[in-house]
């Protein structure tokens, strides 16, 4: 519950920060001032009874063997009266005609047991129920006259009074009439001073259970854990009964009741924790009352206990209650939060309910009703609402959060797409000039040649057969870039179709025919990162070959093979062979053609077409015996690169 999101005090000058302080701290205290007062009215009210005219108060006692007459309510001086507990006596009239009617006895209030005859005959004896036993408890009780015992006229009843302390004893008035006037009454205690309790203790257990799992998922926040014990310890304080005997299991039973000492403790120490104070060395002095009490428990009895809890735990309980107060108020006052204020409110009514006890317990009031533990209640309200402020204020918090990053997340994903939509303009522009670069130098290495062949052809006038070839290949060549453009959807098999009908017709007027074999049946593999300055340097490579065997092979028959090979790393390669029967050429061991300037600028213009296209080129030639010929063999890569300098 410490929340030092609230510690935010407005920047202002001294006089008017200690103005604003003052002012706070009057409103704070007429807020407790009035909480007190209101804890003080409802005090002094009591709760309805049965008729007065069944109200017996004047009796007669008889204490320590004197007689005397005396008026309910009663407070005894005696601490310790159970061999010779205080006699009261009197009598009562049942009217006649009352036969058929229950009559009974209603006790709204004594300490600590009382034992009830009429007309020489027990009824009731508390000390049978150990839940009405316990000093603090405000239990009344009831008990039907049987039948048999009532007579009309007058009858007598008695009533012995045991007292064992740590209190003197007391007797409330009491009423002896008809059971269905005085049962309402009982009920409406009963609902009070017994049932409610034990709603509140069920309460407490579960807020012990919900603050020790969230201390276990906080350790850092020692608070939780701190409280969740000090709801433990009041739990079984609450459900336990007074033991009557002195047993090892009765001393462990005083020790868990008498308690309240290390409860107050444990509860201030949380309301430390809570106003920002740091565990100190010196703080396990709270407990020291506890402990002492407890090892009354342990290693003396019963009346030592009793006797102990008045001096230390009822002290001990009202200086907790105190310093609560203040750290509570200045909490509350520093900090300008609602469980800050929840709690001092409660602290508050605990503290005059407190004061309240301790005038009964002196005798200063005219009745004796323990109201202490039942206000305890209003501060496991006050937690609680505390918990549920935090918790709504956490989730407005991370609703908040939330919020602020899809809005974070839609300004990154709107500049994201703006981002992307320039670096995709830029690589289209970047592409763009890729491809008008390479068409240049296409054009420029290719037709622009041509064109210089024709035009050098012409001004040397060397026949128009010259010219023509040249007009020819220049025409070839442009064919050849204009289909490069063509979308063939990384399907190189398409291309290489339109190579062979090239090729065709290039080799028919040699009279050279051409093998065309596709081994694998889908020929070579698609890729789809297939560009067209791919294409164009895979033709302009086969196309070499093929004008080399033409030009110098006088070859007969050349033969092509497609196909698609397993490679060494399993992925899957196309294959394109060139392979002539001509006659063939020496090949040096740097793999150029021995004796040929021009042949080995083919090759080399080959091997770097390849290269552009991350491709193998093997060139392999014999010039005698069976295997005499040229053949070209053209590995393509697993995928093709995005740019010549990425072929490397």
């Not at 006089?15 to 009057?26: G, V």
């Not at 027990?122 to 039948?147: C, E, F, G, K, Q």
């Not at 602020?404 to 970047?430: D, G, H, P, W």
């Not at 008008?436 to 060397?462: C, F, K, P, Y």
Request: aromatic share 6%; charged share 20%; glycine share 8%.
């Amino acid at each position: 519950m410490n929340d030092h999101a609230d510690d935010a005090q407005p920047d202002l000058p001294g006089r008017e920060r200690r103005r604003l302080q003052s002012s706070r701290l009057i409103q704070y205290l007429l807020l407790q001032a009035v909480i007190a007062g209101a804890c003080v009215v409802a005090l002094l009210q009591s709760l309805p009874g049965p008729p007065a005219q069944y109200r017996m108060s004047a009796l007669q006692l008889t204490d320590a063997g004197i007689e005397r007459a005396v008026t309910l309510p009663y407070f005894s001086p005696r601490r310790d009266a159970m061999n010779d507990p205080p006699r009261f006596s009197g009598q009562f009239v049942r009217p006649a005609g009352e036969a058929t009617r229950p009559w009974s006895v209603f006790l709204p209030r004594f300490t600590n047991g009382v034992e009830v005859t009429v007309n020489d005959v027990v009824i009731l004896d508390s000390r049978r129920d150990p839940a009405a036993n316990r000093p603090d408890r405000n239990t009344p009780a009831i008990a039907v006259i049987p039948a048999s015992v009532l007579r009309d006229g007058d009858n007598v009843i008695s009533i012995r009074l045991f007292i064992w302390g740590p209190i003197t004893g007391f007797l409330d008035r009491i009423w002896v009439g008809p059971d269905e006037l005085l049962r309402p009454s009982y009920d409406l205690r009963t609902l009070v001073f017994v049932t409610l309790p034990v709603v509140f203790s069920s309460w407490q257990a579960i807020l012990a259970v919900i603050l020790g799992i969230m201390w276990v998922m906080r350790r850092h926040e020692p608070a939780y854990g701190v409280l969740a014990a000090a709801m433990a310890v009041g739990v079984g304080q609450a459900f336990l009964q007074t033991p009557m005997g002195e047993t090892p299991f009765s001393k462990l039973n005083v020790i868990l009741i008498s308690s309240a000492p290390i409860e107050s403790a444990l509860v201030l120490t949380f309301a430390l924790l809570f106003s920002g104070w740091k565990w100190q060395r010196y703080g396990w002095i709270l407990f020291i009352p506890g402990v002492l009490l407890a090892l009354a428990g342990l290693f003396g009895n019963q009346a030592m206990v009793r006797a102990l809890f008045l001096i230390l735990a009822v002290p001990m309980v009202g200086i907790s209650l105190v310093i609560m107060a203040i750290v509570t108020a200045r909490s509350a006052l520093k900090r300008q939060n609602v469980a800050g204020l929840l709690l001092g409110c409660a602290v508050t009514i605990m503290l005059t309910c407190w004061i309240a006890d301790l005038l009964s317990v002196f005798q200063m009031t005219p009745n004796r009703i323990f109201t202490a533990r039942l206000s305890y209640s209003a501060m496991l309200v006050a937690i609680g609402a505390g918990l549920t402020w935090r918790f709504a204020r956490a989730l407005n918090q991370v609703d908040g959060f939330a919020g602020r990053l899809v809005t974070q997340v839609r300004e990154a994903e709107e500049k994201l797409k703006a981002s992307f939509a320039r670096e995709e303009e830029r690589a289209r522009a970047a592409a763009l000039a890729r491809e008008r670069t390479r068409l240049m130098r296409d054009l420029h290495d290719g037709l622009g040649g041509q064109l210089v062949s024709i035009v050098a052809l012409s001004e040397r006038g060397n026949g128009s057969a010259g010219i023509g070839d040249a007009a020819r290949a220049a025409l070839k060549d442009l064919r050849l870039v204009i289909d490069s453009m063509d979308d063939i959807g990384g399907d190189l098999m398409l291309a290489l179709g339109s190579w062979r009908e090239r090729a065709m017709a290039q080799l028919r007027p040699h009279d050279i025919a051409l093998d065309w074999r596709a081994v694998t049946p889908q020929g070579l593999p698609v890729h789809p990162e297939l560009r067209p300055w791919h294409v164009i340097q895979i033709v302009r490579l086969l196309d070499e070959a093929v004008t080399n065997a033409v030009k110098h092979a006088n070859a007969k028959r050349i033969t092509v093979r497609i196909e698609t090979l397993a490679g060494a790393d399993g992925l899957e390669r196309g294959c394109i062979t060139v392979e002539d029967d001509g006659k063939g050429f020496e090949i040096t061991s740097d793999g150029a053609a021995a004796g040929a300037i021009k042949a080995a600028r083919g090759l080399r213009n080959m091997r770097s077409r390849a290269a552009r296209c991350g491709a193998e080129l093997v060139l392999s030639s014999c010039a005698q015996g069976a295997d005499q010929g040229t053949r070209v063999k053209l590995t393509l890569p697993h995928r093709f690169p995005d740019s010549e300098g990425a072929a490397g």
